[in-house]
């Protein structure tokens, strides 16, 4: 039987932490100067790519970390490093002029994983998929993170809306501001992944 509690526990964990309503102006910044079109598909492809990468995690996470002999903290530090170097070309402006490769890997990386699918993430749903206990768990745990991913994707697809009224002076804003909250996420997730380290040693 359809667990709602474990639903509901799950659903709001992957909220706080891939954050929808943070991950709009961070969408905008990349996004920024492509047609609509593109933009539009690169929603569906950020949301597409962290569903594939949580989803391959959820079914076997704790065995792929352990055959390639990868802590948490590791996975955590390395998606930080990550996070950083786009957070400084947002900062620095050198995203400003985007090529139809740059379409793809910004979808790809950093928007489907790890900002979306970052280690918090990951470390949630093994989690969720080990503890659940008969079908009625599974199917709820993943029926949470197939909703999440389309709150995700409905969030990113609209919130394309508000480059049409801010302009390009208010998307170079946009950008800068989303490079220094990028940076200290990522400053954050590698401060984070140290202590486990750390509490490990």
Known sequence: MFDVAVF????????VIMDPPGITPIFLALTSGRPAKVQRRMAGQAAAVAFGVIAVFGIGGQQILDYLHVSVPALMIAGGLLLLLIALDLLTGKNDEPTQTKDVNV?????????LAGPGAIVSVILAVQHARGVG??????TAIAAMHGVLWVTMRYSLLIIRVIKEGGVVLVTRLSGMMLS??????????VIQVAHTA
């Open 8 to 15: 509901g526990s799950l659903f709001l964990t992957l909220f």
């Open 137 to 142: 768990d599974q199917v709820a745990v993943w």
């Open 107 to 115: 979808a790809l990386v950093p928007l489907g994983m790890p900002l």
């Open 184 to 193: 200290a996420i990522a400053v954050q997730q590698i401060i984070n992944g």
